[in-house]
């Protein structure tokens, strides 16, 4: 009886946010089944929660980090596939839910064509920024899995439009009726405690929490906070929670106004940074969601982040927050302005609308989608 949901995703084992899913689909009355490709061994069993109702796991470490296994798109498909059909009874499922276009759509193409399996796929930055950019020659199969699939979704909707204006293939008539945009969710101890409207204190504390690499632009952050400072009467401190690679680049322009927390597990810690501070500033590239936004504007802190990108459309502009051009200065130093001069009701409008970030809502958006599919 083909009654199981398979979730088929290559990002499974380091990011809680599939397992979320899969815990609210649970309550739900959902029988799923998780395949889990990894390039790691270390990556076994990752987020791997027994709690969970109805769900069953299988992880194969039978990914590659070498550049050929990468260019080699339609060969490590094959592998994924066979290994998938080794391990899963296929007679089983009645719906595939593939989280990243290429990697797991590929995958879930096959299984639509040999079994005739429905199946939905979500859009993420690695298929635009890497497979659609760069590997130009699997453009038309990246079009094919989308004109397969029962519906295409995208974490944001600025990616739908980037997509349809550089990548979309003219053979490809019905894209439209196949789009839907549904957002990641934060964890819902975000929401454990009530949250609240921020009041501005002197200094103004920004905050920027995440991996510190070059395409999320610290080094904008804290040459934003300083041309402000230069600026204003009002002083200006940052906040920095992160560890990663580009760390000694930006280390050079720290100074007396900069405290750096280094890389923070324990969630009390987070929270309670979060709450000392008043604004959120991250204006990364290439980042197809970003839940630190969400996570910002839960405890009412405004945002501020680059132009078509992460949450931006999800809201109007300058309401919760404040989209800025890439790489640009002196716009983010005027969206701090800007922050500060209207922060009562845009630190209201913050909390006001994370609350539409649940996990219960965003599952229940998929939830829609499957019934229609499988109805």
């Known amino acids: 009886m083909r009654d199981k949901l398979l979730q088929i995703s290559s990002a499974f084992s380091i990011q809680k946010i599939y ?63 066979k290994d998938l059909l080794s ?22 193409y096959l299984l639509n064509k040999e079994f005739g399996i429905p ?63 549904i957002p990641n969710a934060i964890d819902d101890k975000w929401f454990s405690t009530e949250s609240r409207t921020k009041e501005l204190s002197q200094p103004i504390k920004l905050l ?10 610290l080094d904008i952050v804290i040459k934003a906070m ?27 322009l720290f100074n007396e106004n900069v405290k750096y927390w280094g890389r923070i597990n324990d969630f009390n810690s987070l929270f309670q ?3 000392d501070c008043h604004i959120f500033l991250m204006p990364s590239i290439k980042e197809t969601f970003g839940l630190v936004y969400i996570e910002a504007l839960s405890q009412g802190l405004p945002i501020v982040f680059c132009k078509d ?14 989209a800025v051009p890439p790489n640009d200065v002196n716009e983010t130093s005027r969206a701090i302005e800007y922050i500060i001069e209207n922060y009562n009701e845009m630190s209201k409008s913050a909390v006001k609308l994370s609350s539409s970030f649940r996990w219960e809502n965003v599952a229940g958006k998929h939830h829609e989608i499957y019934e229609k599919i499988i109805g």
Request: no cysteine; proline share 2%.
């Open 226 to 252: 300083n041309l402000f400072n230069s600026k204003s009467k009002t002083l200006a401190t940052l906040d920095i929670v992160g560890s990663g690679p580009f760390l000694k680049k930006v280390e050079i």
């Open 87 to 108: 391990k899963v009874d296929i007679e089983s499922v009645g719906l595939v839910h593939a989280h990243f276009l290429f990697s797991d759509g590929g995958v879930a």
């Open 19 to 81: 397992v979320n899913l899969v815990s609210k689909l649970s309550e739900r009355g959902y029988r799923q089944i998780i395949y889990v490709p990894v390039r790691n061994a270390d990556q076994i069993n990752g987020n791997r929660d027994e709690s969970i109702e109805n769900s069953e796991y299988h992880y194969s470490h039978i990914l590659k980090n070498n550049l050929l296994f990468k260019l080699r798109f339609r060969r490590k498909i094959q592998i994924i596939y």
């Open 309 to 322: 990108e992460a949450v931006d459309g999800f809201f109007p502009n300058l309401s919760t927050g404040v």
């Open 119 to 181: 199946y939905v796929v979500n859009v993420r930055a690695t298929d635009l920024f890497y497979f659609f950019r760069l590997m130009v020659y699997e453009r038309r199969f990246g079009n094919k899995i989308m004109e397969s699939a029962e519906r295409v979704i995208f974490i944001n909707p600025t990616y739908v439009n980037l997509l349809k204006e550089k990548y979309l293939s003219s053979f490809f008539k019905n894209f439209e009726s196949k789009v839907a945009v």
């Open 208 to 217: 920027y929490v995440g991996q510190i690499i070059e395409r999320k632009k």
């Open 273 to 275: 940074i979060f709450n």
